[in-house]
């Protein structure tokens, strides 16, 4: 950023580590008040040591209770830059690897930086592709129970005969089947995480075939609970921040109890907790859900986090940050 308005603010943190820490924005666009709660929060932290920036992270986020990440971490210099110029706090920890860009939403939680390297149409499928597979990493398996378990009548009768023959020997519950193989899809994937180079990756894959495939000629669980599990796993992986994306596979445990002791009403009731929760959290006083909670149709935030506006049309920054300095290009009226 070669901009003489950049700054870069430095503070020692822990009383032992004397941890070198840096916030960094441009001062005639970001928010005083977002910056003085930055630093405000940094200064009132008493801890002996900071390691990494993800322990900075817990400590200044606004519920540390909560399984969301109220703040974005990266490695890209790219999306810190991006981010700096849009009115955010950048916050650099000695030795980490990871940035801290506050405040997040689910809008930029849900970003990749190659979004904004490809042409529109192509990154607003992608952008509509993320949040289908959200929906795809929480409700297929609890669907699935709902449907087995309380409400066959809703399905048509040829589908509900093809259910019924393919769990004519499986001796469990559809719950208990549905938590058996995602259980066992976490200590895969797990498995792969922690054994580095191909062979990890090869152990995920063929595990997940092997035990797959075994368990559907033992009868412990039905095809149709396999082919469910492997597109929700495969969900998992379309979410750009890991963290966000294990909130959601933690979440989907949650799903799958309530339907498999209240049906679709189970289903409903996770939802609308879920949706309570996002809607209540914040990110340095910013709404989480922003910009759907407040939709941002002033300041033309959907056009950055539904979908992929074209650049000529991005002439401001987004609002959720409020900006000194809104307007990042001069308007074409005739565009």
Same mark, same amino acid.
């Given at each position: 950023?070669? /901009?003489?308005? &950049? ?40 801890? /002996? ?15 540390? &209770? ?11 210099? /790219? ?102 193989? /995602? ?153």
């Amino acid at each position: 950023i070669r /901009d003489t308005r &950049l700054k870069i603010s430095p503070k020692s943190i822990g009383t032992r580590s004397k941890t070198d820490v840096v916030i960094m924005y441009i001062d005639d666009i970001v928010d005083k008040k977002l910056v003085d709660e930055v630093n405000k929060r940094i200064s009132d932290i008493d801890i /002996d040591a900071i390691l990494d920036s993800s322990i900075l992270e817990i400590l200044i986020e606004d519920n540390y &209770l909560s399984l969301f990440p109220q703040m974005e971490n990266t490695e890209r210099p /790219d999306a810190v830059a991006a981010s700096i110029y849009e009115g955010r706090v950048a916050i650099v920890v000695d030795n980490s690897p990871f940035a801290i860009l506050v405040p997040a939403t689910i809008g930029t939680i849900m970003q990749s930086s190659e979004d904004h390297y490809t042409r529109w149409p192509e990154a607003t499928m992608i952008r509509l592709f993320r949040l289908i597979g959200a929906i795809l990493i929480l409700l297929p398996g609890p669907l699935y129970v709902a449907l087995t378990a309380f409400h066959p009548g809703l399905l048509p009768t040829k589908i509900t005969y093809f259910l019924g023959a393919s769990r004519i020997n499986v001796p469990f519950p559809a719950i208990l089947e549905g938590i058996l193989m /995602d259980t066992t899809m976490e200590l895969l994937r797990e498995a792969g995480t922690r054994i580095s180079g191909p062979i990890g990756t090869t152990i995920g894959i063929v595990g997940g075939l092997v035990i797959g495939q075994a368990a559907v000629e033992a009868g412990i669980v039905s095809p149709l609970m396999i082919i469910i599990v492997a597109i929700s796993t495969v969900a998992t992986f379309v979410i750009p921040s890991y963290e966000f994306s294990a909130a959601l596979r933690v979440v989907k445990f949650g799903f799958y109890l309530l339907a498999g002791t209240l049906g679709l009403y189970g289903i409903t009731l996770a939802t609308i907790i879920l949706i309570s929760h996002l809607a209540k959290l914040n990110s340095f006083g910013i709404p989480f859900t922003s910009p759907y909670s407040g939709l941002g149709m002033e300041e033309g935030d959907l056009k950055e986090t539904l979908v992929k506006a074209p650049i000529q049309r991005l002439w401001l920054r987004p609002g959720f940050t409020h900006p000194k300095n809104k307007q990042r290009m001069r308007r074409d009226k005739k565009k």
